[in-house]
């Protein structure tokens, strides 16, 4: 799946929108019963909702693609059954979601993203190979989900897991053509679909980067994991932080937009669903905060969540054709945009050890049922 431009995480006690949001509009205790797709709670409650334009110039600048950016905002008017797009939060486990709780299609990603780019480098890579290093991957075999270009998979392969015993998952043809050039099998199909029907057990690690989060039919996704897991297996998943996905939309930066991203993952909400598919949440995560990687993030986003602004300055800069001027024409208003935001940024730096970095990485393993007895009663 392509990188998303998506909010990522702020600091837990920051929940409510204000009202000098652009187009944010909280919703605060609607009787509304909505079963949390996570743990199955129906104490949620609706934080804001954005409507199918909103959505749509999130992803695409009108004045630069203005028949794009009509298709995209009938598609998401159509996926969604209405023309907005609730988002709600469980009061139990944390979980934030999308209501309608429907992902992205190919569709969708077409639409949405001309350019697909996949990162080199994460957080959750390095962690996830700190990881790897202690464990005994000799012979064991490995899948990974949305691979992009196969970024992660280079840093692992013939260090932990040879060639052949690799597999990986992305919808994106050029990116399946760069994996299987790699010698890697590739697979365009998700990984729910019956091509996987025969591979039961087949695996033992399965990493999941920055994907969750685009999932819906989360309850199949967890079985999926355990049907496709030996025993004793694992899985290495990451998403963003819900902590800076609170901070940016409470602060002018980008919201965490639906279908793209429609679940905001917590710590209590992976634990409650391993629970129900008999795995077991290990460890939990946040990426630490690195103040140089916020500030530049938060200059990016906050342009862009300008941009998304009609008749701004900064959406008419967006909508210059693609260029080197173009992207200085970006870099100064972007900067130029930057004062205004010491006190978010002020605000982030006395929270910055509750608020985390952009990602929480979490391993789950397959165990035996005594083992998961064992460690659900040291947890109660």
Not at 275 to 282: E, F, M, P, V, Y
Not at 310 to 338: C, D, H, N, W, Y
């Amino acid at each position: 799946m392509a990188a998303a431009s998506s909010a990522r995480g702020g600091p837990a006690g920051v929940h409510s929108i204000p009202s000098k949001a652009t187009f944010l509009r909280p919703a605060f205790g609607d009787s509304e019963m909505t079963i949390c797709p996570a743990c199955g709670s129906v104490s949620t409650a609706k934080l804001f909702e954005v409507t199918a334009d909103e959505a749509s110039r999130h992803f695409i600048n009108p004045r630069q693609d203005p028949d794009r950016s009509r298709k995209l905002t009938s598609h998401l008017s159509d996926l969604w059954g209405s023309n907005t797009c609730d988002i709600r939060k469980c009061a139990d486990c944390g979980f934030g979601f999308a209501d309608p709780f429907v992902a992205g299609g190919f569709e969708f990603y077409n639409l949405a993203w001309a350019y697909p780019s996949y990162p080199t480098m994460k957080w959750e890579y390095a962690r996830t190979i700190e990881e790897l290093a202690g464990l005994n991957t000799g012979g064991k075999t490995a899948l990974e989900v949305g691979s992009g270009f196969g970024y992660f998979l280079d840093r692992i392969n013939n260090k932990f897991f040879h060639t052949s015993d690799i597999s990986a998952v992305d919808y994106n043809e050029t990116a399946r053509s760069v994996l299987a050039s790699k010698g890697f099998k590739t697979f365009a199909s998700d990984f729910r679909e019956d091509t996987f029907d025969s591979m039961k057990e087949a695996f033992d690690f399965i990493f999941m980067f920055q994907v969750f989060e685009h999932m819906d039919q989360v309850d199949e996704v967890f079985a999926r994991l355990k049907y496709l897991l030996k025993a004793q297996g694992s899985a290495f998943i990451a998403v963003p932080n819900e902590n800076r996905t609170y901070y940016m939309e409470s602060h002018g930066s980008l919201v965490d937009m639906p279908p793209n991203h429609i679940g905001r993952w917590t710590k209590e909400a992976f634990d409650a669903i391993c629970r129900r598919h008999g795995l077991q949440l290990s460890k939990c995560e946040r990426e630490p905060f690195n103040l140089a990687k916020f500030l530049k993030q938060d200059i990016v986003h906050s342009f862009l969540r300008k941009g998304q602004k009609p008749g701004s300055v900064s959406e008419f800069v967006r909508a210059l054709p693609r260029s080197k001027a173009q992207r200085m024409a970006q870099g100064l208003t972007a900067l130029a945009i930057s004062p205004s935001r010491l006190p978010a940024w002020a605000y982030a730096i006395r929270n910055a050890s509750t608020m985390g970095g952009s990602a929480l990485w979490a391993k789950i393993d397959k165990v035996s049922s005594p083992a998961l007895r064992i460690h659900r009663q040291a947890k109660q």
